[in-house]
Every structure is written in structure tokens, then in C-alpha cells.
């Protein structure tokens, strides 16, 4: 996709801004729903904010694609956990949405402790005429009341509610990274460090434990959960990555415990390549299964690789997303940059991947052409309707006016979370604070 990416130009559409940023502020997960018509993002402050994408007017047939804010709601509160002398943040470290069964929209949201299942609905109308209360909501008197009155709807201004439905609490010791709704959609799964558990939608006091790698001995510990997630057709099946750059799946036929995987995922590593820094920048941030099932993409600190499920010694294909970091890993050690975690998504077809990187940048590799551009998702280069300009990196040497040295990389300017519409061109993107959502051009 380098010169010819005119094929792919990107609009953006929607800007979430503001002028100063909190801390709260930031952007911690983006997700669509599975339609596409709706789109999620929630923030350190514990709020999800979601955004309708506009229906297509006959006058205006370019207009379709703008996403609005839709509804907004806090989600999680700061809590303190009195037996630990902990606190307990409020952001929210994963969204997932529950295919839609009637007029309501149904998610899932977590931070470290506690999911919740939250009902989004449209109210339009408003029953008046009760027999027991007058107009303004207050009781009259019984021996008033001479009649009965039919209550009648009436419509009313639009109102979007957002009501907690499920509270599922008090399963973890660890902090959640990962939850993930089953096919069956009856049961989900979340992930802490060392363990994962098995919901169902219905009932909040208790949960299966299906994974538990815990050492009876902590000192013996040598790596972490960090993401896990079901398989997309296959109810028994799921995975879930490692902090040694690991995959396990799992059948949860097999046995009640997953502690035996069926199947195990790693690539030998190259001697050569072996430094300080192997074992941090081999760690697995993000594994997520293909639509169709049969991969599984994984995201490390300096590549993404994709994975067949039927090759357990290697993956199939690797892409490097900023090789010119390598080395730079000292600095990135000394500032903590190298524990960052990054998200990687696919598209609907499974044919580009994208993910992303430092300096605002974000990248996607076409699977099959096996071209790859870097794009830059920042407010000086997006007035809506921009076309995206690809950007590159030199590293050393001579510099091209286009080009910007690895040198001059903003490393507090990073997309960790990015997020694909299920069946066409558009993304959303997360900028510290504000969300960025591109789409194909609109001819």
C-alpha cells in the first residue's frame, strides 16, 4: 500500500475533543457492535461513551458513516478494598458487546475487579393516567378515587437509559485483562494474571474456574496470563496468550480444568536475535481469533503474527510494525514504554490487519498483496474529510522532507487500541484522548 495508496483513501469523520485532557480522559478500549452501527469506547474515568452511526438520508447519501454521541453513562466507580489496603481504579479495561436479540443493545464492561452487563434502550413514550397517583407522581387519597382510568402512552422527547443488569463480582485476586463472550451466548469468560473463570449470563455469585496457573509456590512463578478469547464458532475452544510469548488453546471438553492445553503455540527463538530485552519484547499483548476461526493473530512489542491452527511450531506469517525501535529498547526500558500493550484487530474479511504503534501511527498490512502502510492519526492532519497521508520513518542517514527520523518519534503519543467495523472500511482509532474513526473514501 506504500505509492499507490490513492486506492485506499481514508476519510475521517468524527473527532472526540477536547482541549484540555485529564487523565481520566483517556481512552482505554474501543469496540463495534456487531452490526457496526454502534461503536463503544470507555475511559479511565470508568465512563463508556457509545456512538450510532447515522442512517442515510436521500438528500444527503454521502452524509452515511458520520458516528454520533449516542449515549454516555458511568460505568465503574473508584473503589477500596479494605482486606488489601487496595484501591481499585475505575477504568475500563474492556468492552464487549452481546449480538443484539431485540430493540435493546446489550455489553459487557470490566476494570480490574468487577464485569458488569449493561441493557442500553430507547424510551420514546410515557405511560399517563395512573389511578393511584395524580399528574405529578404524588398518591391520592383511596376514598377520593371514584373511577379507574386506562393508563395511555404518550410519546415523549427521545431518551437513551443505560441500566446495570448483571453485577459479577468477587472472582478475581488479580486484575482483569480480558473478557470474551462465548458463541453459545450463555457464558463469557474473564482473565486475570493467573487464572480464567466461566460465567454464565444468569447467575453472579459464582463461576467456574477453567484455567488456574497459579504455582502452589508464588516464588516459582515464571509467566502471566495476558489476554484470552473464545474461539468464534466453537463453543468449547478458546485461547489464551502468555507474558513468554506462548498460546495455548484449549477444549474445555477435554476436562472441567484447562490446565492442559490441546494445543501450544511458539516459535523457537533465533539465538542471535537473544538480548536483555527478549523475554519483555516477546511477551504477548493481544490475541485475536479470525472471523472465519482458522487463525489466530497475536501482537508483541515489535511484530504481529499471525498464526494457522493447525501449525503449532511457527506462524505463518510475521510482520514487523516498527523494526526500527530495536534500537531504541534501552531508552524504551528506561521510560517504561516497553510494557506498553498493543491491541491488534483484523478487518471483516480477514485479509488486512492493523495495529498500532508510537507517535500517533498506526499500521496495516494487506495479507495478501503483503504491502503495508503507516498512517498518523492526529488534529493537525484530520480535518474531517482529510485524505490520509502514508507516513514513513528513516533511520539513520539521509533524511527525505517526507520522512520523519526515529529520533524525532513522540513515544507519549501512542495507539494501544484500535477497532474495525465487522463488514466495511471503517476504523476507529484511540489517541490518548480522543477517538478518530476513518473510513474509505465515499465516491
Given at each position: 500500500m506504500e505509492e499507490d495508496i490513492d486506492t485506499r483513501k481514508?476519510?475521517?469523520?468524527?473527532?472526540?475533543?477536547?482541549?484540555?485532557?485529564?487523565?481520566?480522559?483517556?481512552?482505554?478500549?474501543?469496540?463495534?457492535?456487531?452490526?457496526?452501527?454502534?461503536?463503544?469506547?470507555?475511559?479511565k474515568g470508568g465512563r463508556v461513551v457509545i456512538f450510532q452511526r447515522e442512517q442515510e438520508s436521500k438528500n444527503q447519501p454521502h452524509r452515511r458513516?458520520?458516528?454520533?454521541?449516542?449515549?454516555?453513562?458511568?460505568?465503574?466507580?473508584?473503589?477500596?478494598?479494605?482486606?488489601?489496603?487496595l484501591e481499585i481504579e475505575e477504568k475500563i479495561n474492556k468492552i464487549r458487546w452481546l449480538p443484539q436479540q431485540n430493540a435493546a443493545y446489550f455489553l459487557l464492561s470490566t476494570n480490574d475487579k468487577t464485569v458488569k452487563l449493561w441493557k442500553v434502550s430507547e424510551r420514546d413514550k410515557r405511560p399517563e393516567g395512573y389511578n393511584l397517583k395524580d399528574e405529578d407522581g404524588r398518591l391520592r387519597d383511596p376514598s377520593m378515587i371514584t373511577m379507574l382510568r386506562v393508563p395511555v402512552l404518550k410519546p415523549m422527547d427521545l431518551m437513551v437509559e443505560a441500566t446495570p443488569r448483571r453485577v459479577f463480582a468477587n472472582a478475581h485476586t488479580y486484575h482483569i485483562n480480558s473478557i470474551s463472550v462465548n458463541s453459545d451466548y450463555e457464558t463469557y469468560m474473564s482473565a486475570d494474571d493467573l487464572r480464567i473463570n466461566l460465567w454464565n449470563f444468569e447467575i453472579t455469585n459464582q463461576s467456574f474456574n477453567i484455567v488456574d496457573i497459579k504455582p502452589a509456590n508464588m516464588e516459582e512463578l515464571t509467566e502471566?496470563?495476558?489476554?484470552?478469547?473464545?474461539?468464534?464458532?466453537?463453543?468449547?475452544?478458546?485461547?489464551?496468550?502468555?507474558?513468554?510469548?506462548?498460546?495455548?488453546?484449549?477444549?474445555?471438553?477435554?476436562?472441567?480444568?484447562?490446565?492442559?492445553?490441546?494445543?501450544?503455540?511458539?516459535?523457537?527463538?533465533?539465538?542471535?536475535?537473544?538480548?536483555?530485552?527478549?523475554e519483555i519484547i516477546s511477551s504477548i499483548s493481544d490475541v485475536k481469533f479470525s472471523h472465519s476461526g482458522r487463525y489466530i493473530m497475536t501482537r508483541d512489542y515489535l511484530t504481529v503474527k499471525v498464526w494457522d491452527l493447525n501449525m503449532e511450531n511457527r506462524?505463518?506469517?510475521?510482520?514487523?510494525?516498527?523494526?526500527?525501535?530495536?534500537?531504541?529498547?534501552?531508552?524504551?526500558?528506561?521510560?517504561?514504554?516497553?510494557?506498553?500493550?498493543?491491541?491488534?484487530?483484523?478487518?471483516?474479511s480477514d485479509s488486512v490487519i492493523m495495529t498500532g504503534s508510537y507517535n500517533n501511527f498506526f499500521r496495516m498490512f494487506d495479507r495478501n498483496t503483503k504491502r503495508d502502510v503507516t498512517l498518523e492519526a492526529s488534529r493537525?492532519?484530520?480535518?474531517?474529510?482529510?485524505?490520509?497521508?502514508?507516513?514513513?520513518?528513516?533511520?539513520?542517514?539521509?533524511?527525505?522532507?517526507?520522512?520523519?527520523?526515529?529520533?524525532?518519534?513522540?513515544?507519549?503519543?501512542?495507539?494501544?487500541h484500535t477497532a474495525w467495523h465487522p463488514s466495511e472500511n471503517i476504523i476507529a482509532v484511540a489517541a490518548t484522548n480522543n477517538l478518530y474513526i476513518f473510513q474509505d473514501k465515499v465516491n
Open positions: 481514508i476519510n475521517n469523520s468524527f473527532l472526540r475533543d477536547h482541549s484540555y485532557a485529564t487523565e481520566a480522559d483517556i481512552i482505554s478500549t474501543v469496540e463495534f457492535n456487531h452490526t457496526g452501527e454502534l461503536l463503544a469506547t470507555g475511559d458513516g458520520e458516528y454520533n454521541v449516542y449515549s454516555t453513562f458511568q460505568s465503574h466507580e473508584p473503589e477500596f478494598d479494605y482486606l488489601k489496603s502471566v496470563i495476558t489476554a484470552a478469547e473464545f474461539h468464534p464458532h466453537h463453543c468449547n475452544t478458546f485461547v489464551y496468550s502468555s507474558s513468554k510469548g506462548t498460546i495455548r488453546l484449549c477444549d474445555m471438553r477435554a476436562s472441567a480444568l484447562c490446565d492442559r492445553h490441546s494445543k501450544f503455540f511458539e516459535e523457537p527463538e533465533d539465538p542471535s536475535n537473544r538480548s536483555f530485552f527478549s506462524p505463518i506469517e510475521t510482520y514487523q510494525v516498527h523494526d526500527y525501535l530495536r534500537s531504541k529498547l534501552c531508552s524504551l526500558y528506561e521510560n517504561d514504554c516497553i510494557f506498553d500493550k498493543f491491541e491488534c484487530v483484523w478487518n471483516g493537525e492532519n484530520s480535518k474531517p474529510r482529510a485524505i490520509l497521508k502514508p507516513r514513513k520513518v528513516c533511520v539513520g542517514g539521509k533524511r527525505r522532507k517526507d520522512e520523519i527520523s526515529v529520533d524525532s518519534l513522540d513515544f507519549s503519543k501512542k495507539i494501544l
